[in-house]
Every structure is written in structure tokens, then in C-alpha cells.
């Protein structure tokens, strides 16, 4: 990952330039930039590489959702978490209030109910972890009854990363993540990527893309690429701090509950050892008392920065419930912390005396 999507070439550049351009001169494979743009496709190759898999960028992360959502024929059957990231909550309930699509909405936990709601589905669209509450899908027994009903698969893989879960080789057909988060990095842009291995549906992502004209910018694509040259380190550092967090939390006194696939005390931690055994980097906990209480303390941290979002080098976190469009089953006083790669001692300190009052 450190050197992909460079070129080799005698005397070329290290690193892929910046290629702010609309129009190509005739006689070249590429006419128009609404179709491919080298920086992007630099970009593509590198993610590519990582997922042994054709990549198409978007314009965000929410972008490339509705673009898989796109290929469900009209009046299709899509199975859904009941708890998915509140933007492709959103996006599911418009498009079937439309009547583009049928929603069946089944636990990510419960295997059971997502095969037999795979029965007569177009797609199973998983999300595991899921934000905020961290729960976990079995991926592999989803797809194989997915696959046997003749649906495809699509999973958000945006808090594992594939560093940590390989959604492709679990068997799904395309992988989506928000690059936005831990493949940039920095908090410093909105990019989206899918990833698969079939040659057919990456045509079809790629005109999806060129038809609703959901193209990354050309800067961000560059951001994104240098994000992927040291997103195995800040993953491993974040994923590791999150752990140690999590454990400390979970003895804090202000603290009623945490969720975090490493600890026992996880409903589904024997499949998270085996899907995803670094955990994530998001911690999800429940402050005792009210929203008052958790909102306080997001309040008053002074390290950690009060911010939505997550992925960042810089430690974030937020009381989830505060978002209208935050389902109704995520508790009010939940605080979801995205670890950065911060000294974890610090970040301790920090929200030990947030969480003090
Ligand atoms: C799990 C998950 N998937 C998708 C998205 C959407 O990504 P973006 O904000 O890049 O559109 C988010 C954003 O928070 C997310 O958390």
C-alpha cells in the first residue's frame, strides 16, 4: 500500500500528480473527466490492490450507498440492518417511500433472519460493525444464504477497514467504505470507494457513477491516496488504543455499558474474534444517568475533540442520539468515540476527568 498506484517509469514523478482537468485531447483513451481522471484512478488501483479487486471512487462515501442501492432493479427487494448508519437509513427510507425499493430490515446479529429475509432479495446490503452500536454480522453466513437465494451482497466496511475484516473473501460482492474516514485519515475530506471482484458489476458501478455524476474531486483523491500510504499504522494504533479504552471504560464508575467487539461482554465477541480480531477503533458507551449527563461530558473534553465523524488521526466523540435522523433504539446518553493516535494515556486522562463531572 505504501507505493500503489505509482508509475515506474524513468524520470516520472514519485507520486501521481494532481490532475485538474475536465477535457482530454483527442487520440487518448479518455475524452471527459465525468468518465476517469488519472488522479482518481491512481487512487482506485491502490485500494484496488489492497482488496485484490477493481475499485471505483466517489464523491463520498453516502455516494458510492446510493450508487449500489442503484442497481436494484425497480420495486426490488433490498434486506437491511434495522440499525444501518443513519445516512443509509435515510437513503433506504426515501427510496422506499418512492416504491423503488422494498425494505426487509433484519438484526445484523441474527443470521437466521437474514437468510430467510435473503429469500427473493436482489440485495443484502450488511453493515458490521454498525454505527453506533457496534454490532456484528456473521458475513460469511450471510453470503452463503444470500448467494443461495441468488442475491448479492454488498457490505459497509467503513469501521473495520480491510485491515481488519476482508469482506471480499467472506464472500460479498462488493465492499463499500466511506474514505472519508479511516483511508483519509484526517478529517480533512468526503470520498467514498467500492470494491469487487466482478468485472460486471464494476461496469455497472462505474456507469452508475458517470450517470449521477458522483465524481471524488481530484484533490480529494490525492488526500485519499497519501491517507492510504500509512493507513495500516494509524489503524493498528487506533484499533489498539480502542481496546484499551474500552477495557478501562468499562470499569469507570460513570459508565453503565460498553460496547466493543474485543470485550467478553460483547453479545457477539466469539464472531467478532474470528470476523475482525483487531476490534475497530470506535467505542460506544453508555454514560449513567441521562443525555444531560453524557452530553456534559462530551462537554468537557479538552484533548479529544467534541466532533461527529470518525476515522481521524484526531480522537473524536459525540453523544449519537443529538443527530434527528439517529435511530430511535440508539440510547440518549450513548457516546461514540472515535480513537485517534493520540498517547493513549493522554486520551485516558482526558476522558477519566470529562466523565468526572
Ligand atoms: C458506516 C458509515 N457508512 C457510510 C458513511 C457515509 O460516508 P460519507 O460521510 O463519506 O458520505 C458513514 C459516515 O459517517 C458511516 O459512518
Redesign the pocket.
Known amino acids: 500500500m505504501v507505493t500503489a498506484g505509482r508509475t515506474h517509469a524513468p524520470g516520472d514523478p514519485v507520486n501521481p500528480p494532481i490532475v485538474p482537468t475536465s477535457i482530454y485531447l483527442p487520440g487518448g483513451a479518455h475524452m471527459y473527466s465525468r468518465e476517469h481522471n488519472p488522479t482518481w484512478g491512481a487512487l482506485e488501483e491502490a485500494i484496488g490492490a489492497m482488496e485484490t479487486a477493481t475499485c471505483t471512487a466517489f464523491a463520498?462515501?453516502?455516494?458510492a450507498?446510493s450508487a449500489i442501492l442503484d442497481l436494484v432493479p425497480h420495486g426490488g427487494i433490498v434486506v437491511a440492518p434495522t440499525h444501518p448508519?443513519s445516512?443509509?437509513g435515510a437513503r433506504l427510507k426515501e427510496l422506499e417511500a418512492s416504491g423503488a425499493i422494498v425494505v426487509r430490515r433484519v438484526g445484523m446479529e441474527d443470521a437466521t433472519a437474514i437468510s430467510e429475509a435473503a429469500q427473493g432479495a436482489s440485495l443484502v446490503w450488511l453493515?458490521s460493525p454498525t454505527?453506533p452500536l457496534l454490532e456484528i454480522c456473521d458475513i460469511a453466513a450471510a453470503c452463503d444464504a444470500a448467494h443461495g437465494a441468488g442475491a448479492l451482497v454488498a457490505v459497509?466496511n467503513?469501521?473495520a477497514t480491510v485491515f481488519g475484516q476482508h469482506a471480499l473473501d467472506l464472500g460479498a460482492d462488493i465492499c463499500m467504505q466511506?474514505a472519508?474516514?479511516y483511508i483519509g485519515g484526517h478529517s480533512d475530506l468526503?470520498?467514498?470507494v467500492a470494491t469487487t471482484r466482478s468485472q460486471s458489476l464494476a461496469e455497472q458501478l462505474h456507469t452508475r457513477r458517470t450517470m449521477m455524476g458522483a465524481t471524488p474531486g481530484v484533490l480529494e483523491a490525492w488526500l485519499a491516496l497519501r491517507g492510504v500510504r500509512t493507513m495500516a499504522l494509524r489503524v493498528r494504533r487506533c484499533n489498539e488504543s480502542a481496546f484499551e479504552l474500552a477495557k478501562r471504560l468499562e470499569t469507570h464508575p460513570q459508565v453503565e455499558r460498553v460496547l466493543y467487539p474485543l470485550l467478553p461482554s460483547h453479545p457477539q465477541h466469539a464472531l467478532a474474534m474470528r470476523h475482525m480480531p483487531m476490534g475497530g477503533a470506535v467505542v460506544s458507551f453508555i454514560v449513567r444517568g441521562d443525555a444531560t449527563a453524557a452530553q456534559a461530558a462530551c462537554d468537557r473534553v479538552t484533548l479529544i475533540t467534541q466532533a461527529t465523524?470518525?476515522g481521524g488521526v484526531e480522537t473524536t466523540m459525540e453523544r449519537r442520539a443529538r443527530h434527528a435522523l439517529e435511530h430511535r433504539d440508539t440510547p440518549e446518553s450513548l457516546i461514540r468515540l472515535s480513537v485517534g493516535i493520540e498517547d493513549v494515556e493522554d486520551l485516558w486522562k482526558d476522558l477519566d476527568q470529562a466523565l468526572a463531572g
Open positions: 463520498s462515501g453516502i455516494a450507498i448508519y445516512g443509509t453493515e454505527n459497509d467503513t469501521f466511506s472519508t474516514k468526503l470520498l467514498g465523524s470518525l
